[in-house]
């Protein structure tokens, strides 16, 4: 990523006459200040996000309880959850189904939003900008969205449709297995416009300008080649970023769903893998069921951000 | 990275009156998607309470009033734990946490843009792939190492983690390598100065976005932290919490809620405002070439 970043601050060590060990010894004991620096971060890092992945790695194989000591079962833990639970089926359904639908329509809208804005005057920019990011940081507003779809003729939609007629009872919209999804993936894009959005608007404004200058005069001949041929292909690194940062979002609104729907949500029409996760671990204290759980979901973030990385180097070559 | 442009995009291409028609009709429906919600929550709080269970309800407030911010004021009153000690706890723990991470995230982030030493990119792609899985993941895991170091139910358990957020150390140090030119910091070293001085006196004033842009995630992602599963004692939670907690009470409650919601929201919008253009400038160089 910085190859040529870092700056060789002391005479460095000659390489030569030396087994590879030896030489990283001398850059590390020539280095010293880099560690210390590095250090609080670091063992912190290990601590709350490593060493949490490892010990469920670990976990995942035991029969563990948080009461006994763990005794190890091989992948008896995963046979269950493939075979025996039904649930868990339903909740890699729905996960699927969250992410898929989710993860791509908020990294296209956050990109389009982006792009529309980019020749907008800045005062306009910074206000429309605000607009469009204000849910995603507004911690638990989206439960606005639970009372305008109140289940009694109060709500605003339910009170509007009965004015007009189109339905004669209230629909129970988080309440009705037909409606949790669509309603749950609608309020999740709601606010799905974060930190790819803002890293795509700086990307758009970061472009130089003569890559345009010299594109009309190659024969670009409307917006849609401008951005096709120029614009996305430049900003590539922001394009990578966002699809990270969207992805890893996709699969964590089990928030959204628990908080307009309950948990459990009616006929588990809307259980992820969060939510499974949660009641195996955080109910039951189920850690060595809970922890394979947490290897699967890991494994598909890791794996979805993998494959979406190798799909976007391949744009604008 | 080259400044960023503010004066309006040069058009030298014909833009046709159609795409433009066309994208500002789609930009208009997307808006009007995200900001009517925003709207139906304000306009809620204002409302009177016959105006809150009216058939057929409005969405718009028509004679406003303040008795639900009152309502909710008086609500705060009579909750068992005083109302301040939520207030401070949120307050405390957001302060201390940022502060936290802003030191140990740009210290390591300056290891990392610019000494070369062995593990250095390593550590670095480390942190950068933990960007690709959300930290619910590790919830449960996380309950028994800090049950290891006895921090459940003490502030250290929401400080502490905080100290280490990827997404920060990474911003930062991605910063660093466009803005901290490395010619300013091998003279720094040829002046005498340590690893240490030329990091708090010659690279953190110039990577001041990075570091607005670090306060305003951990802020907000402490600010808005409502229950959670380290804290048991009353005593020790979240504003953000109580105030869901007496809002949420029965149906009665709904403009206070609706109150509480617009009251939650105005601080993490606000500072949003306020250093909007520096977040921009340091996303520019957040991009993930391989």
Redesign the interface.
Same mark, same amino acid.
């Not at chain 1, 996960?95 to 898929?100: C, K």
């Not at chain 1, 588990?268 to 195996?280: K, S």
């Not at chain 2, 599963?229 to 009665?252: C, D, M, P, T, W």
């Given at each position: 990523?910085?190859k040529n970043?870092?700056? &060789?601050?002391?005479k460095a060590v000659s390489r030569k006459d030396m087994t590879w060990a030896q030489w990283?010894w001398k &850059?590390?004991k020539r280095?010293k200040?880099?560690?210390v620096?590095?250090a609080?971060?670091?063992i912190?890092?290990t601590?709350?996000?490593?060493?949490?992945?490892v010990?469920?790695i670990f976990?995942s194989f035991t029969d563990f309880n948080?009461l006994q000591t763990p005794n190890w079962v091989g992948i008896e833990n995963y046979i269950r959850l493939f075979l025996d639970d039904d649930i868990f089926m339903i909740a890699i359904q729905n996960t699927f189904i969250f992410a898929v639908i989710v993860g791509p329509v908020s990294y296209l809208?956050s990109l =389009?939003?982006a792009w529309?804005?980019? &020749?907008l005057?800045?005062k306009i920019r910074?206000i429309?900008? =605000?607009?469009?990011?204000?849910?995603s *940081?507004?911690?638990?507003?989206?439960? *606005?969205?639970g009372?305008?779809f109140s289940s009694d003729?109060?709500?605003?939609v339910n009170?509007?449709l009965?004015?007009l007629g189109l339905i004669t009872s209230e629909i129970k919209f988080f309440q009705n297995a037909n409606w949790v999804m669509p309603l749950c993936i609608v309020v999740a894009l709601?606010t799905s #416009?974060g %930190?790819s959005f =803002?890293?795509f *608007?700086?990307?758009l404004?970061?472009i130089?300008?003569s890559y345009?200058?010299a594109g009309?005069v190659d024969g670009?001949?409307?917006?849609?080649q &401008?951005l096709w041929y120029i614009t996305l292909p430049s900003?590539?690194?922001?394009l990578?970023?966002g699809a *990270?940062?969207s992805? %890893?979002?996709s699969?964590?609104f089990?928030g959204v769903v628990t908080n307009l729907c309950g948990f459990p949500s009616v006929d588990y029409a809307a259980h992820t893998i969060?939510h499974h #996760?949660?009641d195996y671990?955080?109910a039951r204290y189920e850690?060595g069921y809970?922890?394979a759980i947490?290897v699967i979901?890991?494994g598909i973030?890791?794996g979805s951000?993998?494959l979406v990385k190798k799909v976007l180097s391949k744009v604008g070559q | 990275m080259a400044k960023l442009r503010t004066r309006r995009h040069k058009v030298i291409l014909s833009r046709s009156a159609g795409g433009d028609a066309g994208i500002t009709f789609m930009l208009v429906i997307l808006g009007i998607f995200m900001i009517l919600p925003m709207v139906y929550a304000i306009s809620q709080s204002f409302k009177p309470l016959d105006e809150l269970w009216m058939f057929p309800p409005r969405f718009f407030v028509k004679s406003p009033t303040l008795s639900n911010y009152s309502d909710l004021f008086k609500l705060m009153d009579i909750s068992w734990v005083p109302f301040s000690r939520y207030i401070f706890n949120t307050v405390f723990v957001s302060i201390a946490g940022t502060a936290g991470n802003l030191f140990v995230s740009s210290l390591a982030a300056y290891a990392m843009a610019k000494i070369k030493f062995p593990g250095g990119r390593v550590m670095f792609k480390t942190v950068r792939t933990s960007l690709m899985f959300h930290s619910t993941v590790t919830a449960i895991t996380n309950f028994i190492i800090m049950k290891t170091f006895h921090m459940i139910d003490t502030y250290f358990a929401l400080i502490v983690p905080a100290f280490c957020t990827s997404l920060g150390l990474y911003l930062m140090k991605q910063f660093m390598d466009t803005n901290v030119p490395h010619d300013i910091v091998e003279s720094a070293h040829l002046d005498g100065a340590s690893e240490f001085k030329t990091f708090w006196v010659i690279a953190m004033p110039m990577v001041k976005p990075a570091w607005l842009t670090l306060i305003i995630y951990s802020f907000q992602g402490l600010w808005n932290a409502g229950a959670s599963v380290y804290i048991h004692s009353e005593q020790l939670k979240s504003f953000n919490y109580a105030i869901r907690q007496i809002a949420a009470g029965g149906i009665k409650r709904a403009g206070a809620n609706a109150a509480a919601m617009v009251i939650m929201m105005l601080v993490p919008i606000s500072v949003f405002v306020i250093t909007q253009s520096n977040i921009i400038e340091t996303m520019g160089s957040s991009g993930m070439k391989d």
């Amino acid at each position: 990523m910085s190859k040529n970043t870092a700056v &060789e601050t002391k005479k460095a060590v000659s390489r030569k006459d030396m087994t590879w060990a030896q030489w990283t010894w001398k &850059e590390m004991k020539r280095n010293k200040v880099a560690y210390v620096m590095v250090a609080p971060f670091m063992i912190l890092f290990t601590l709350f996000t490593v060493a949490p992945v490892v010990l469920s790695i670990f976990f995942s194989f035991t029969d563990f309880n948080l009461l006994q000591t763990p005794n190890w079962v091989g992948i008896e833990n995963y046979i269950r959850l493939f075979l025996d639970d039904d649930i868990f089926m339903i909740a890699i359904q729905n996960t699927f189904i969250f992410a898929v639908i989710v993860g791509p329509v908020s990294y296209l809208m956050s990109l =389009l939003v982006a792009w529309f804005i980019n &020749e907008l005057s800045p005062k306009i920019r910074a206000i429309v900008t =605000l607009v469009f990011y204000a849910p995603s *940081i507004s911690g638990e507003i989206y439960t *606005i969205w639970g009372t305008l779809f109140s289940s009694d003729s109060q709500g605003w939609v339910n009170g509007k449709l009965l004015e007009l007629g189109l339905i004669t009872s209230e629909i129970k919209f988080f309440q009705n297995a037909n409606w949790v999804m669509p309603l749950c993936i609608v309020v999740a894009l709601w606010t799905s #416009l974060g %930190t790819s959005f =803002l890293s795509f *608007i700086a990307g758009l404004q970061g472009i130089n300008q003569s890559y345009y200058e010299a594109g009309a005069v190659d024969g670009i001949k409307n917006r849609w080649q &401008e951005l096709w041929y120029i614009t996305l292909p430049s900003m590539k690194p922001q394009l990578m970023f966002g699809a *990270i940062m969207s992805i %890893t979002s996709s699969f964590g609104f089990g928030g959204v769903v628990t908080n307009l729907c309950g948990f459990p949500s009616v006929d588990y029409a809307a259980h992820t893998i969060m939510h499974h #996760l949660d009641d195996y671990g955080g109910a039951r204290y189920e850690v060595g069921y809970s922890s394979a759980i947490a290897v699967i979901l890991f494994g598909i973030m890791i794996g979805s951000n993998i494959l979406v990385k190798k799909v976007l180097s391949k744009v604008g070559q | 990275m080259a400044k960023l442009r503010t004066r309006r995009h040069k058009v030298i291409l014909s833009r046709s009156a159609g795409g433009d028609a066309g994208i500002t009709f789609m930009l208009v429906i997307l808006g009007i998607f995200m900001i009517l919600p925003m709207v139906y929550a304000i306009s809620q709080s204002f409302k009177p309470l016959d105006e809150l269970w009216m058939f057929p309800p409005r969405f718009f407030v028509k004679s406003p009033t303040l008795s639900n911010y009152s309502d909710l004021f008086k609500l705060m009153d009579i909750s068992w734990v005083p109302f301040s000690r939520y207030i401070f706890n949120t307050v405390f723990v957001s302060i201390a946490g940022t502060a936290g991470n802003l030191f140990v995230s740009s210290l390591a982030a300056y290891a990392m843009a610019k000494i070369k030493f062995p593990g250095g990119r390593v550590m670095f792609k480390t942190v950068r792939t933990s960007l690709m899985f959300h930290s619910t993941v590790t919830a449960i895991t996380n309950f028994i190492i800090m049950k290891t170091f006895h921090m459940i139910d003490t502030y250290f358990a929401l400080i502490v983690p905080a100290f280490c957020t990827s997404l920060g150390l990474y911003l930062m140090k991605q910063f660093m390598d466009t803005n901290v030119p490395h010619d300013i910091v091998e003279s720094a070293h040829l002046d005498g100065a340590s690893e240490f001085k030329t990091f708090w006196v010659i690279a953190m004033p110039m990577v001041k976005p990075a570091w607005l842009t670090l306060i305003i995630y951990s802020f907000q992602g402490l600010w808005n932290a409502g229950a959670s599963v380290y804290i048991h004692s009353e005593q020790l939670k979240s504003f953000n919490y109580a105030i869901r907690q007496i809002a949420a009470g029965g149906i009665k409650r709904a403009g206070a809620n609706a109150a509480a919601m617009v009251i939650m929201m105005l601080v993490p919008i606000s500072v949003f405002v306020i250093t909007q253009s520096n977040i921009i400038e340091t996303m520019g160089s957040s991009g993930m070439k391989d």
